[in-house]
């Protein structure tokens, strides 16, 4: 597999070190930078910004198809706040159909057997949930210098600790998942059709499961899903969280590629070049046939954490948003986040949530005349 050193500069099939949002300047060094740190806490004092934190929106305010403001709950109370120019959502792939449904803009038989009225019926609000279907195989290992819990490791670990503090170097800065790879599970595809990220620590089920010792994982995600979920209303209770169902492996294309995926990933993991680092497989052992690894990834397969699609950006009558992000058949009211991505890209979806957001900033200087 080709060494990559840019996964961005075009042909992204290889493995190589991930680009990672972190600091590297010397007052955080090492810490993860957060949209809230790269884009809001630097613009604090600017006249035309305010924060309001701990304050979760309730319900979008119609006058007719016109968005005109937002309700919202901060420490117990309600409050509004009216929109002197656009309303623009940004709760991710979850909470921004969760908002328009409870807001009455979606699909009538999501809506109204909850008692909300109807304001705009939108059928594609919520559907088209899609995400990277992950499956983790892990190994401990005979190599102490990962991330692990035993003696062995406390007083490598307390060095770590200071040297983070000093100047922000060392594990504790590492993002985890620090490299990784795109390959083609099979000749019949024109492009990598799985990620993989390997990670310095045992993961069982999102790390809720701890594990003695010290080893390594790899994930393996599906790129493009043929599956297909929902998020819907389960309650009129703004605070009462949405149903959400991914659907994995409802299209068995999925199960397909993910097989094929972790066969040829724990090839690579069982090679005699990591033999120095292997010490004993978590999970499964010796031959594993695919008909046993589908069950495995039934098993044990879960979300790598990105989901899209919810309020799709198009044109066709699915679609939530047009090409400017604004809601279809409303006035005065876009979506901002991963929600809007069509078809899931391939690869980690922060940086392209990122880019939306730059992208919208650019659209509303341009529609209001700003500079
Ligand atoms: C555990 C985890 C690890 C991840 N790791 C990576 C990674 O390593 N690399 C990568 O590329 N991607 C990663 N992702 C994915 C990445 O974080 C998302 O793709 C990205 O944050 C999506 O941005 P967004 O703006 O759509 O939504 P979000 O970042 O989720 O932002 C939505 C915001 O809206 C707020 N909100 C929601 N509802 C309301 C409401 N009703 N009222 C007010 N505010 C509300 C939320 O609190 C949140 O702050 C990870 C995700 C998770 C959960």
């Not at 990962?146 to 594990?171: N, Q, W």
């Not at 199960?255 to 094929?260: A, D, E, K, P």
């Not at 495995?296 to 044109?315: F, L, N, S």
Request: proline content about 4%; aromatic content about 6%; overall charge negative.
């Amino acid at each position: 597999m080709a060494k990559i050193d840019d996964f961005n500069s075009g042909d992204n099939a290889g493995t190589g070190v991930y680009q990672v949002t972190q600091f590297h300047d010397n007052k955080r060094r090492g810490e993860r930078c957060s949209s809230a740190l790269g884009y809001l806490i630097p613009n604090l004092d600017r006249p035309n910004l305010t924060v309001l934190t701990g304050a979760k929106a309730h319900k979008i305010l119609f006058e007719g198809k016109r968005a005109v403001g937002v309700r919202f709950a901060q420490n117990g109370k309600l409050q509004e706040v009216q929109a002197s120019k656009e309303v623009v959502l940004s709760g991710g792939a979850f909470a921004s159909p969760h908002l328009l449904q409870l807001s009455g803009v979606g699909r009538p038989e999501d809506i109204q057997q909850y008692g909300i009225d109807m304001v705009h019926e939108l059928p594609g609000v919520g559907q088209n949930l899609q995400d990277h279907l992950d499956f983790i195989l892990a190994y401990k290992s005979k190599d102490k210098d990962v991330l692990g819990l035993g003696a062995a490791g406390t007083v490598k670990m307390a060095k770590e600790i200071a040297s983070y503090r000093k100047d922000g170097s060392g594990m504790i800065a590492s993002p985890l998942a620090e490299s990784g790879s795109f390959f083609k599970t099979s000749e019949e595809v024109d492009r990598p059709d799985v990620q993989t990220h390997f990670v310095i620590s045992i993961v069982d089920n999102h790390a809720r499961k701890l594990h003695m010792g010290y080893g390594y994982s790899c994930h393996v995600c599906v790129l493009r899903p043929h599956s297909r979920g929902q998020v819907f209303l389960q309650s009129a209770d703004p605070e009462a969280a949405p149903g959400i169902d991914p659907k994995f492996l409802s299209d068995e294309r999925d199960l397909q590629t993910m097989v094929r995926g972790a066969q040829k990933l724990r090839a690579t993991l069982n090679s005699p070049a990591m033999d120095k680092y292997r010490h004993k497989e978590l999970f499964m052992e010796g031959e594993v046939s695919d008909e046993e690894m589908a069950e495995h990834i039934r098993q044990r397969a879960d979300t790598v954490y990105h989901p899209v699609g919810t309020c799709k950006m198009g044109v066709d009558d699915m679609a939530v948003v047009d090409p400017q992000l604004r809601v279809h058949g409303l006035q005065n009211l876009r979506v901002a986040d991963a929600s809007i991505i069509p078809n899931l890209v391939s690869g980690n979806t922060n940086a392209p949530s990122i880019m939306i957001g730059e992208k919208l900033s650019d659209m509303l200087k341009q529609s209001q005349g700003a500079a």
